[in-house]
């Protein structure tokens, strides 16, 4: 997750309420993916952008904070994995977005069954993104070669799995906040 700074998060949505209300809108969708993520029965990790931020919610729900490194997205999320696989020794990974409203605990819980059956779960965001993905064992190669924030994302990801072989399932699509547009759509149910 990015760090709660004005004019560094939501920037697309900032472009038309600007970076204040961005950063409002940003801190209510932290505050629905806690309340989401909370009680849920699994190590849960929280990882910060730039910096560990200390005394926010964070600190009220059993989360572990780390830090992300790698010079984009897909780095930075290949690391999370690897860093859970590898030295936490997960059985099965799942990596959430911060930012979409209609996520929610019944999801996750979802997508760690799934991974039962398979070994890629994968929750598609209507911009063509996605919200979710998750994994029985580590593969590096899903993140690789990604142009990373386009409209490509999924497709290309799921191109990834199905070149490795492994078997994958998808959730429902949800809908990333990114714009107005998308804020206007949730924001009564937050």
Not at 84 to 99: A, H, L, Y
Request: one cysteine or more.
């Amino acid at each position: 997750m990015k760090n709660e700074e004005a004019g560094k998060t939501k920037t697309r949505l900032a472009a038309t309420i600007g970076d204040e209300q961005s950063l409002e809108v940003y801190q209510k969708l932290l505050g629905w993916t806690f309340e989401q993520t909370r009680n849920l029965e699994v190590a849960k990790e929280v990882w910060y952008s730039r910096f560990i931020a200390e005394n926010d919610i964070w600190e009220g729900g059993d989360f572990k904070k780390q830090l992300q490194s790698g010079e984009n997205l897909g780095k930075r999320m290949s690391n999370a994995f690897q860093e859970s696989f590898m030295e936490e020794s997960f059985q099965k990974v799942v990596i959430i977005g911060s930012d979409c409203a209609e996520l929610s605990s019944g999801i996750i819980q979802q997508a760690f069954q799934e991974l039962e059956e398979h070994e890629f779960v994968i929750g598609p965001a209507e911009d063509g993104g996605y919200y979710l993905l998750g994994m029985r064992n580590f593969y590096p190669e899903v993140f690789e070669d990604i142009e990373w924030s386009t409209g490509s994302v999924f497709q290309e990801t799921i191109e990834k799995i199905q070149e490795l072989g492994c078997s994958f399932t998808t959730l429902k699509e949800l809908n990333d906040v990114d714009t107005i547009e998308d804020w206007n759509r949730v924001k009564s149910g937050l």
